[in-house]
DNA sequence: CCAGTCCAGTTCTATTTTAGAACCAGACGG
DNA sequence: CCGTCTGGTTCTAAAATAGAACTGGACTGG
């Protein structure tokens, strides 16, 4: 491999946010934490990760601002592994995930789980890209525009 | 690596998405289609990645049917790749981690590339994760509900 | 306070995946 | 026809991964 292709240092935020987050196991470990997960046993067996792999990731993720490491929760002597506000945010990331999978990955009637409201339980809007104004827009009405600021 | 762990038949959406875009290079493959790149050449420059990988992922995408060949498109014999109705429904996904990177990735004042309303060149509202009734959510509003249909 | 067990890793090796270069065949252009 | 461009496939070396073994500190029961 001689050394995997780094994109962080590229101009487009696509490619530098999946240079942090985009690997086999990271948006995963992401899921799980906003499910609640937060002890490195927990995100092993939910996951079917291999520990060494998830002692990476884990760190990866905390040096990279997704996740903090904070000392008990429940009073023990261990660590708990939270979001950050940086990691809170990746919520739509995993909410258009989750719906494109939803739509597109399961045969008709097949079982999956679902993101829904929790207060009523009712199943979320999908997610719609907007103009400034409001509207619905469609990949083609939009366009990139290089290196702006 | 013994076999790389299969998420496809997982019942969370978000693992089945992963399964077949997860990787390094697909969804910037799939960033590229929306740009309007279709050909394998050009793939191949603008992402610098290797052509055994490109192939294999463009027909990975082509499997998945994110991507389909078509026939010519200036004429010449040669094939174009180009977004399937699932691929353009990647288009908030696409769009989430943009706006996460805009946001998270880059220091203040540091160039980046933008996407724009095509009409205007006004940039687009941030994704907001809505309830059926169209409230704003922010993750902890939310819950899963396993095996739904 | 001591032995046994659980949690949270680190280390090790075999296997898989990847990157990149070299190679190849079919269009295309003169 | 003959060189060149496009779109691959094949080959090898390097990197990432899974899984098991190992470690060491924290709790638990007696």
Redesign the interface.
């Known amino acids: 491999m001689v050394k ?2 780094s ?1 962080g240092d590229a ?10 987050i ?3 196991w990271s ?2 470990i992401v ?1 799980d934490a ?2 609640g997960v937060s002890r490195f046993g927990e995100f092993q067996k939910s996951l ?2 291999s520990k060494g792999i998830l002692a990476s990731r884990l760190h990866g993720l905390v040096a990279l ?1 997704v996740l903090a490491m904070t000392p008990a929760a429940d009073g023990s002597a261990w660590q708990d592994y939270v979001l950050t506000p ?1 990691g ?19 045969r008709p ?11 009523g ?5 999908p ?8 509207k619905a ?13």
């Open positions: 995997r292709v994109l101009a487009c935020p696509v490619a530098r946010s999946l240079d942090g985009g690997d086999w948006l995963l899921r906003f499910d079917g990760i601002g940086k809170e945010a990746l919520f739509p990331v995993i909410v258009a995930l989750r719906q494109w999978g939803e739509a597109f990955c399961y009637g097949e079982p999956h789980s679902a993101l829904v409201e929790r207060s339980g009712k199943p979320l809007a997610l719609v890209v907007r103009s400034a104004g409001g827009l469609r990949a083609r009405d939009t366009v990139v525009r290089k290196l702006s600021c």
